[in-house]
């Protein structure tokens, strides 16, 4: 329903990063719901919600968080979707969500990361929700300084290890939405970095990078730490603040790694692994998730010891997963 009037400050929730400049320039209100999902005191208890209302054991715990978050909050009436280039299980989440009444709309990053497809995507959502190029525009400059804020953030972790994995993780995978509030975000990672730039220089005896989709492990940043191991690389949050930001809102989503084949993520990864020398990767990927098949290619062709670890609902690492991650760490630091 192209220029479909939304009353502003309407909340919308997104499956996944999506162009949010559209929806800022709107006067609406971003939500990403794997964010809303997972930091909630009840993530664990919302996946075995979802599976008493009929979800398969063997869906992902992501779609199931996704689904039962929504069940608790009504007031996000309007949901993105993004059927391509994010999970396959989408489809059917939006089939549950319309049979709710929710309004839903649909968002496809093109598998041959086209330009004209990808540009085609981009007008039909700013059709939808009533905005034109130079409105889009301008939310596109007010996000820059905040974007480099982020890129800052990064080169504090990675340089001189001022900002810790866990901080670095927290802040760059709330830049799908910017916590819902663009403008008090920007102040909290001002006042972070001004405070981050007085610490000490830190150095971790294991240098690693974190790829794959974030985890839903609650606590791995603080075991590694403990091992004396820092992530100093944080693949997919890293993506999330747009680093490739280009002069337009197509090119900077064009750069973006996550949505398309994995041989672009390779080569950012591999980047990443040459200039922040990295000891070694931990590669996390979901119980039920079509990603895990990509292990194969990734261990093929980057030059550092991987370790892959599998998570499933949201709990703390188990046992034999710290087991993995010390001797990994232990390996490397010989």
């Not at 985890?215 to 944080?234: C, K, M, R, W």
């Not at 197509?250 to 950012?268: C, S």
């Not at 931990?282 to 892959?308: E, G, S, W």
């Not at 499933?312 to 087991?323: F, I, Q, V």
Request: with cysteine; glycine share 6%.
């Amino acid at each position: 329903m192209p220029g479909t009037n939304y009353r502003p400050g309407t909340k919308v929730g997104l499956t996944t990063t999506i162009p949010v400049e559209v929806i800022l320039a709107a006067g609406l209100v971003p939500v990403d719901l794997n964010n809303l999902f997972i930091a909630s005191e009840s993530a664990y208890r919302r996946v075995a919600q979802a599976e008493e209302a009929g979800f398969p054991r063997t869906v992902c715990a992501w779609i199931k968080g996704i689904y039962a978050t929504l069940l608790e909050h009504p007031e996000i009436t309007v949901v993105i979707a993004v059927t391509q280039g994010d999970c396959s299980n989408t489809h059917a989440l939006m089939e549950l969500l319309q049979a709710q009444g929710r309004d839903l709309v649909s968002f496809e990053f093109p598998f041959s990361r086209n330009r004209r497809l990808l540009a085609q995507q981009i007008e039909q959502l700013m059709a939808r929700f009533g905005v034109d190029g130079p409105q889009v525009r301008q939310i596109q400059d007010r996000l820059a300084p905040l974007r480099q804020d982020l890129l800052a953030l990064d080169e504090l972790t990675w340089q001189e290890g001022r900002v810790s994995g866990r901080e670095n993780f927290q802040f760059l995978i709330a830049s799908s939405d910017f916590n819902s509030d663009v403008n008090a975000f920007a102040e909290q990672l001002t006042a972070f970095l001004d405070q981050a730039r007085q610490r000490p220089r830190r150095t971790a005896l294991v240098r690693l990078g974190l790829i794959g989709i974030p985890p839903i492990f609650s606590d791995l940043f603080e075991y590694l730490q403990g091992l004396g191991a820092e992530v100093v690389f944080n693949e997919v949050p890293r993506q999330f603040s747009m680093p490739g930001a280009g002069e337009d809102l197509v090119g900077q989503y064009l750069a973006y790694t996550y949505p398309y084949d994995v041989f672009a993520r390779i080569k950012d990864i591999a980047e990443a692994i040459r200039i922040r020398h990295l000891d070694g990767l931990i590669h996390y990927t979901q119980n039920f998730c079509f990603r895990q098949t990509q292990d194969l290619l990734l261990r093929q062709r980057l030059a550092v010891p991987i370790l892959t670890i599998e998570g499933d609902r949201p709990s703390a690492l188990d046992h034999r997963t710290r087991m993995r991650l010390e001797a990994f760490v232990d390996v490397l630091r010989r």
